[in-house]
T-cell receptor, first 109, second 114 residues
């Protein structure tokens, strides 16, 4: 079966750095997405990786290792507004998105 | 403001009743999707449409139907609601079919079936 694993919940301090991991086992691979979802709101796109390596976008970076079936989202200089759930999704060989259950990130002052 | 509009935002429904969730986008995206989101689970695809006039089944299609008469509208119908269909429903769109790009989501419709 296809599976996306992410930690259920993480806590970090304002101003710090946090790394949210995602491991996947899917039927083929055609890209990995990270989305942010604030409580009671819609998911919004953060990043997309299809090749190995690090993609940096401001305070957020996303890393991919296809051989290890592994990705992480790195958030720097944490702000209170970063408190949200972070969803990892993998596009399989049929171009269908397989979603993880999400990681709830709690930021403390 | 361009985007996706869903209606209603929230609804309480008696079991056995018929319900249609509406979804309209004004971005001229070809592909549209319906997902449900339940606590502790990832988003699950119910139905999708790669282009107007075509639809396909996702991971959890039973009890749901869709239509795509034009590019902008993609309604989801529950023919006879059951309590297990209590969920938050998200409509989404992308420029092309096959999930080749970023998804844009509506604000969600929270449905409670009693």
């Amino acid at each position: 079966g296809q599976n996306i694993d992410q930690p259920t919940e993480m806590t970090a301090t304002e101003g710090a750095i946090v790394q949210i991991n995602c491991t996947y086992q899917t039927s083929g691979f055609n890209g990995l997405f990270w989305y942010q979802q604030h409580a009671g709101e819609a998911p919004t796109f953060l990043s997309y990786n299809v090749l190995d390596g690090l993609e940096e976008k401001g305070r957020f970076s996303s890393f991919l290792s296809r051989s290890k079936g592994y990705s992480y989202l790195l958030l720097k200089e944490l702000q209170m507004k970063d408190s949200a759930s972070y969803l990892c999704a993998v596009r399989d060989s049929n171009y269908q998105l397989i979603w993880g259950a999400g990681t709830k990130l709690i930021i403390k002052p | 403001i361009a985007g996706i509009t869903q209606a209603p935002t929230s609804q309480i429904l008696a079991a056995g009743r018929r319900m249609t969730l509406r979804c309209t986008q004004d971005m001229r995206h070809n592909a549209m999707y319906w997902y449900r989101q339940d606590l502790g689970l990832g988003l699950r695809l119910i139905h999708y449409s790669n282009t107007a006039g075509t639809t396909g089944k996702g991971e959890v299609p039973d009890g749901y139907s869709v239509s795509r008469a034009n590019t902008d509208d993609f309604p989801l119908t529950l023919a006879s609601a059951v309590p297990s269909q209590t969920s938050v429903y998200f409509c989404a769109s992308s420029r092309t079919g096959g999930d080749t790009g970023e998804l844009f989501f509506g604000e969600g419709s929270r449905l409670t079936v009693l």
